[in-house]
């Protein structure tokens, strides 16, 4: 019996399902991703939270605490970041998954903010870009409406609308 190459028969290779493939395979995107992670893990800024979801660094749960002494204080609102291969060049995809009255939010979730689309940089990472959405819950935009109905609220009678704000954070914490 020689010491040579060992039998694939004798020593079984471990499956190389494409979702296996996937999580081992290494790309710029995905480097990036490893170090965002690390960073919101390590240094995470006040208010914010994000992990990639299971097995997949390409997609991200994340969870925003509203703002304290606004109307969002006490509120929990998850979302959702979708990344592709070509990030950090072009940003995520990022969605609430909790039900939301905000100007700048559609109503699948979808969020109107400028670094999100025209003003994109790759300096953004996952902590500035969770940071700034944070921010936009004070700090709407009612001139580019997501929302025209919370935009006009926003804008006319902002006693109504933090009441609708507060009836959202009461709810935020119930399964959705």
């Known amino acids: 019996m020689g010491f040579g190459k060992p039998s694939t028969e004798a020593f079984p290779l471990p499956s190389r399902s494409p979702i296996s ?3 081992r395979m290494s790309t710029p995107a995905r480097n990036r991703l490893m170090r965002d992670f690390k960073r919101v893990q390590h240094d995470p800024p006040a208010g914010i939270s994000g992990a990639p979801h299971d097995n997949d660094i390409m997609l991200w749960n994340a969870v925003i605490f509203g703002p304290e002494d606004s109307p969002w204080d006490g509120g929990t609102f998850k979302l959702t970041l979708q ?5 950090p060049n072009r940003p995520p995809t990022v969605r609430f998954v909790s039900r939301m009255f905000h100007p700048n ?11 999100l689309q025209n003003q994109w940089s ?9 940071t700034s959405i944070q921010s936009l819950l004070c700090d709407p935009n009612p001139s580019s409406p997501a929302n025209s109905e919370a935009a006009r609220m926003f804008s ?13 954070v009461e709810h935020s914490w119930s399964a959705d």
């Open 122 to 130: 790759p300096i953004y990472d996952v902590a500035a870009i969770l």
């Open 83 to 87: 990344f592709k291969e070509d990030y």
């Open 21 to 23: 493939q996937e999580v």
């Open 105 to 115: 939010v559609y109503a699948d979730g979808s969020i109107c903010l400028d670094i």
């Open 156 to 168: 006319e009678n902002k006693r109504e609308y933090n009441r609708r704000v507060r009836y959202v």
